[in-house]
């Protein structure tokens, strides 16, 4: 068990850009964050993208359901806030340093029953 509290960054660096977006995860790890918590889902043809919601609405300047969209598709949509765009999560892992973890929060699809 570990003595020393760990700072976890919620969804990368969110108070500073849009969360789960390639700046919120860069700012975080130049903060020195221990660890990044991330949301996962499954874009149509099976990619694992970074986004808490299931559809893009509320953060991002598309609409429509994650899962029904292609990864190729998904990384054509901004984020709000200047954020770029709905990234992959391999794009999440490469923005991390030698000594971040990762949190990943697996989201469930529930028209088609499917985990990411």
Do not use: W
């Not at 020393?4 to 969360?19: D, M």
């Not at 806030?81 to 991390?96: D, K, N």
Request: net charge negative.
């Amino acid at each position: 068990m570990q003595d020393t509290p760990r700072i976890v960054a919620h969804r990368g660096g969110s108070c500073l850009y849009p969360e789960n977006s390639i700046g919120a995860f860069t700012s975080a790890v130049s903060l020195g964050v221990d660890a990044i918590e991330l949301d996962v889902h499954l874009s149509a043809d099976s990619v694992p993208v970074v986004m808490h919601d299931a559809h893009l609405d509320q953060t991002s300047n598309g609409s429509g359901e994650i899962s029904k969209m292609t990864a190729a598709d998904l990384a054509q949509i901004d984020l709000r806030q200047a954020g770029g765009h709905v990234p992959t999560l391999e794009e999440a892992f490469a923005c991390g340093s030698d000594d971040t973890e990762f949190l990943v929060e697996i989201k469930r699809d529930a028209a088609r029953g499917r985990y990411a």
